[in-house]
C-alpha cells in the first residue's frame, strides 16, 4: 500500500511510518520545512513541505494514497475532516489517532480502580469530550464509504524508530528530575495509568491497517503502573531523592493538559480488541526501559 502519514516527523507517527515500510509499504508524509522534508527522505519517506493548513495538499495527497493514517494531533478536527472529505466514497483506510486520556479521572494523585475495554461507556472529563466527538466522527464515516478505525493509545514508552525519539510524559519528569535532583510525582502518587512500548504500538498501527474491520475503535496497553513507582525508578536510575509536588505545582511547570489530566490523573484501558485482533506486544517493561535511560 502507498500510506499518507500524517504526523510523520513525529513520536507515534515516525515510528509507524518505519514499522509500515519494513512491512513493504510505501509511506508518503508532509513536513514544515525542507530541512526536516530532506531528513523524512533519507529514511525512505517521500515528503513534501506542508502545514496542517493546506488544505489542498493534504487532499492531494489522500486521494494519491491508498490508506491514511492520522498519527499527528488527536484533537485536530479540522484536518481530520479535510482528510475524510478527501475519501469519501473511496473505501480507502483512515486510521485516527485518539488518547487514553478520554477515560482519564482527574483525581491529583489518588488511585481510582476502573479498568475500562472498547466496549464500555465513558464518561469524559469536560476537557475531553471534543475528542470523544471526533472520535465518534472518524468511527462514523465508515457509511461514508471510508475504511474507518480509532487506536487510542495509553502512556507510551521507550525510544522512538523515527526523527522525534521522545514520548510526551516521560520525558518531562525525567528532565525535571535531572535538572533539580529531585525525581516527583504529584500528590501520593497512587494515581494509575496504562502503559504501552511505542514498538508494539507500531505493531498495532500495522495490523489494524492489514486486518481490522471497518468502524472500529482500539485501546492499546500492554500493562500499567501508578505514577510513585515509576518515579521512583527515574529516582533510582539517576541515584535522586523521591518526593512529590502538588497539583498547582505541576500546573504551573507543564501546563493543565500534562500537569493535572496527564501525569495527575488516571487512565487505565483493557485493549480487549487489540488482542482479539492477533495483536501480541513483548517490548520491555516501563520498568525496564527505564533502567536502561542514560
Same mark, same amino acid.
Given at each position: 500500500?502507498?500510506?499518507?502519514?500524517?504526523?510523520?516527523?513525529?513520536?507515534?507517527?515516525?515510528?509507524?511510518?518505519?514499522?509500515?515500510? $519494513?512491512?513493504?509499504?510505501?509511506?508518503? =508524509?508532509?513536513?514544515?520545512?525542507?530541512?526536516?522534508?530532506?531528513?523524512?527522505?533519507?529514511?525512505?519517506?517521500? $515528503?513534501? #513541505?506542508?502545514?496542517?493548513?493546506?488544505?489542498?495538499?493534504? %487532499?492531494?495527497?489522500?486521494?494519491?494514497?491508498?490508506?491514511?493514517?492520522?498519527?499527528?494531533?488527536?484533537?485536530?478536527?479540522? *484536518?481530520?475532516?479535510?482528510?475524510?472529505?478527501?475519501?469519501?466514497?473511496?473505501?480507502?483506510?483512515?486510521?485516527? %489517532?485518539?488518547?487514553?486520556?478520554?477515560?482519564? *479521572?482527574?483525581?491529583?494523585?489518588?488511585?481510582?480502580?476502573?479498568?475500562?475495554?472498547?466496549?464500555?461507556?465513558?464518561?469524559?472529563?469536560?476537557?475531553?469530550?471534543?475528542?470523544?466527538?471526533?472520535?465518534?466522527?472518524?468511527?462514523?464515516?465508515?457509511?461514508? =464509504?471510508?475504511?474507518?478505525?480509532?487506536?487510542?493509545?495509553?502512556?507510551?514508552?521507550?525510544? =522512538?524508530?523515527?526523527?522525534?525519539?521522545?514520548?510526551?510524559?516521560?520525558?518531562?519528569?525525567?528532565?525535571?528530575? &535531572?535538572?533539580?535532583?529531585?525525581?516527583?510525582?504529584?500528590?501520593?502518587?497512587?494515581?494509575?495509568?496504562?502503559?504501552?512500548?511505542?514498538?508494539?504500538?507500531?505493531?498495532?498501527?500495522?495490523?489494524?491497517?492489514?486486518?481490522?474491520?471497518?468502524?472500529?475503535?482500539?485501546?492499546?496497553?500492554?500493562?500499567?503502573?501508578?505514577?510513585?513507582?515509576?518515579? *521512583?525508578?527515574?529516582?533510582?536510575?539517576?541515584?535522586?531523592? #523521591? =518526593?512529590?509536588?502538588?497539583?498547582?505545582?505541576?500546573?504551573?511547570?507543564?501546563?493543565?493538559?500534562?500537569? &493535572?489530566?496527564?501525569?495527575?490523573?488516571?487512565?487505565?484501558?483493557?485493549?480487549?480488541?487489540?488482542?482479539?485482533?492477533?495483536?501480541?506486544?513483548?517490548?520491555?517493561?516501563?520498568?525496564?526501559?527505564? $533502567?536502561?535511560?542514560?
Amino acid at each position: 500500500m502507498k500510506v499518507f502519514v500524517l504526523g510523520a516527523t513525529g513520536y507515534i507517527g515516525g515510528s509507524v511510518a518505519v514499522r509500515l515500510m $519494513a512491512a513493504g509499504h510505501q509511506v508518503v =508524509g508532509t513536513a514544515r520545512t525542507q530541512d526536516k522534508a530532506r531528513e523524512l527522505e533519507a529514511r525512505g519517506i517521500q $515528503a513534501t #513541505v506542508a502545514s496542517f493548513d493546506d488544505v489542498d495538499v493534504l %487532499t492531494r495527497l489522500a486521494k494519491e494514497a491508498d490508506a491514511v493514517i492520522n498519527a499527528a494531533s488527536a484533537d485536530d478536527r479540522k *484536518t481530520v475532516e479535510v482528510l475524510l472529505a478527501a475519501l469519501k466514497g473511496s473505501n480507502k483506510h483512515f486510521i485516527h %489517532t485518539s488518547g487514553s486520556s478520554i477515560v482519564a *479521572t482527574d483525581t491529583g494523585g489518588t488511585l481510582t480502580t476502573q479498568v475500562h475495554d472498547e466496549d464500555m461507556p465513558i464518561d469524559p472529563v469536560p476537557e475531553k469530550v471534543a475528542r470523544i466527538a471526533l472520535d465518534t466522527l472518524v468511527l462514523e464515516a465508515k457509511k461514508d =464509504g471510508i475504511h474507518t478505525n480509532v487506536i487510542c493509545p495509553c502512556l507510551i514508552y521507550g525510544k =522512538g524508530l523515527g526523527l522525534n525519539p521522545d514520548s510526551v510524559q516521560l520525558p518531562p519528569l525525567i528532565k525535571y528530575a &535531572r535538572e533539580t535532583g529531585t525525581a516527583r510525582y504529584i500528590g501520593k502518587g497512587e494515581n494509575v495509568w496504562s502503559n504501552v512500548h511505542i514498538e508494539d504500538l507500531a505493531d498495532l498501527y500495522l495490523m489494524v491497517l492489514e486486518r481490522a474491520p471497518a468502524g472500529t475503535f482500539y485501546f492499546a496497553e500492554n500493562g500499567e503502573a501508578n505514577f510513585r513507582d515509576v518515579v *521512583t525508578a527515574i529516582g533510582k536510575r539517576y541515584s535522586l531523592p #523521591v =518526593g512529590s509536588m502538588t497539583v498547582p505545582e505541576a500546573e504551573k511547570l507543564w501546563g493543565v493538559e500534562l500537569g &493535572r489530566l496527564a501525569l495527575a490523573s488516571n487512565s487505565r484501558i483493557h485493549a480487549k480488541r487489540a488482542r482479539a485482533l492477533g495483536w501480541k506486544p513483548h517490548r520491555p517493561s516501563v520498568f525496564d526501559v527505564i $533502567a536502561q535511560m542514560k
